[in-house]
């Protein structure tokens, strides 16, 4: 297979290595400092001098070869955007099919996503569940399930909203929490705002009275021990539906034999995790001893909150703990700014450990938990200067752009950017700048600068979700 890759003087190097170890008989083409500028009349002059089965180019050309390959014959692939990533690609090429208008690192991203994701349905259709809450299997071989919290359920603004976005986020079970200040009457009014939600609940309270409240609704309990399982198991029961125990004075395995007990079938043991430092890998090698039948109930939620630190690392090794403990079902919550996405992070946690099967670690899956770290650094050209001028402090006095000033916000996943009572509003900012432009809104270099600084922020605060202030450092 003869491959063609057309680079610049600065990529010449990295792309002379990626086309040594690649195992393909590749010809390298230099064309001016920055390949991606090549024009189709220029490809076809290198394309005529030997014979090639196809081209790769620059990711970031958006010239259209069509009319190369109609004059040659030989078929233009984009390569990846960055020169660096190409090593990474090319010993995959004519196993992979490349592509004409998508850059190869976003293929091949797309390509390995939608292996894993099919390979998570392969693994969560095949699985014989233990018992199944409304419809959603619990244990025997399928996916850890995410049960994503809401404290205080009975005081929320707007439970239904808040109950529906965390099912949009990727939790598989609500745990609606009902504090020491709720009544029967809060538990009930609580859950018939939630009529035609087909999705699992669950009450969190170990009050008897509240319990029995949930019953007509709920699809799980939380939690019983030895204190009310005397009085409200048999009503559980009952309903047919399922519990999650706790050790109380009594301990786990006593726990969940009362409860069997009642008649209770679908039980879930919880051994209880405390925060990092106050004994949380006692507790790990104390679960990890416990020999129960049951499902068992990780609470990883707790440990995320009372930790200063961010929450996706957190919660992909969380994950990975209670995936080596055979747990079921894993805890987590949003109750602070901090944790604010921690329920799609433990989804996606909780995938990426369904996908371990047959491997040794959670590695090179398809899925990853990399938010503001990147796993692999691209070793880009240095740039090159013959003269160096230092940037120094503007003198410059501030002069207002006569087309007027904008006021930058987000709204929701959307930038949106107002000016004398018109706005303009994307998830792109650089649609927001164009628009900016066609309109003649802005006049002033520097009033243009600012507002491409401006609106690249907000789209940064949008992606790795945190609050945006416009002037304010990110």
Not at 275 to 280: E, Q, R, T, Y
Not at 373 to 381: L, N, S, T, V
Not at 441 to 449: G, I, N, R
């Amino acid at each position: 297979m003869r491959i063609l890759l057309v680079t610049g003087t600065q990529t010449e190097a990295i792309v002379r290595e990626a086309a040594e170890d690649s195992g393909h008989d590749c010809d390298v083409a230099i064309v001016g400092e920055v390949a991606s500028f090549i024009s189709p009349k220029r490809l076809t002059e290198l394309i005529q001098n030997d014979r090639y089965d196809f081209v790769i180019v620059s990711g970031m050309c958006t010239a259209d070869f069509s009319t190369v390959e109609k004059e040659t014959g030989v078929f233009v692939f984009l390569g990846p955007r960055h020169a660096a990533d190409l090593g990474m690609i090319l010993p995959g090429v004519g196993q992979i099919q490349l592509s004409r208008t998508i850059p190869a690192d976003d293929l091949i991203a797309g390509l390995k996503r939608e292996k894993a994701l099919l390979t998570l349905k392969e693994i969560e259709d095949a699985a014989d569940p233990e018992f199944y809450i409304r419809g959603v299997k619990i244990g025997g071989g399928s996916r850890m399930k995410v049960v994503a919290e809401i404290m205080d359920a009975h005081r929320h603004q707007d439970i239904r909203s808040a109950v529906l976005h965390f099912f949009s986020s990727g939790a598989d079970i609500v745990d609606l929490g009902f504090g020491f200040d709720a009544t029967p009457e809060d538990v009930a009014a609580t859950f018939s705002l939630l009529k035609g939600i087909d999705g699992p609940l669950a009450a969190d309270t170990q009050d008897p009275e509240l319990i029995r409240a949930a019953l007509e609704r709920a699809d799980l309990i939380l939690s019983l021990q030895e204190e009310n399982i005397p009085l409200i198991g048999s009503a559980i029961a009952e309903a047919g539906i399922a519990a999650v125990v706790v050790p109380g004075g009594a301990g786990l395995a006593a726990n969940c034999a009362a409860a069997k007990a009642c008649g209770i079938e679908c039980i879930i043991g919880d051994p209880l995790l405390p925060p990092a430092g106050s004994g949380l890998v006692r507790a790990l090698a104390t679960m990890a001893e416990t020999e129960i039948s049951y499902p068992l109930f990780f609470g990883a939620g707790n440990v995320v909150e009372l930790l200063d630190a961010d929450s996706p690392g957190a919660n992909a090794l969380l994950a990975a703990m209670a995936q080596e403990m055979g747990a079921s079902l894993i805890f987590t919550s949003e109750h602070s700014d901090k944790t604010l996405g921690s329920v799609a992070e433990m989804r996606k946690a909780s995938m990426m450990m369904a996908l371990m099967e047959g491997r040794p670690y959670p590695k090179d899956l398809g899925l990853d938990l990399f938010v503001i770290k990147e796993k692999h650094r691209r070793q880009e050209p240095p740039v090159l200067y013959k003269t160096i001028h230092e940037a120094g402090t503007s003198e410059k006095a501030l002069t207002y752009d006569p087309c007027g000033n904008f006021r930058i916000g987000i709204e929701g996943k959307e930038i949106i950017a107002e000016r004398r009572g018109v706005a303009i509003k994307s998830e792109d900012w650089s649609s927001i700048f164009s628009r900016i432009e066609e309109n003649g809104w802005v006049s002033l270099l520097d009033h243009a600068a600012y507002l491409g600084k401006e609106l690249y922020k907000a789209e940064l605060a949008i992606r790795f979700n945190r609050s945006f202030e416009q002037d304010g450092d990110f």
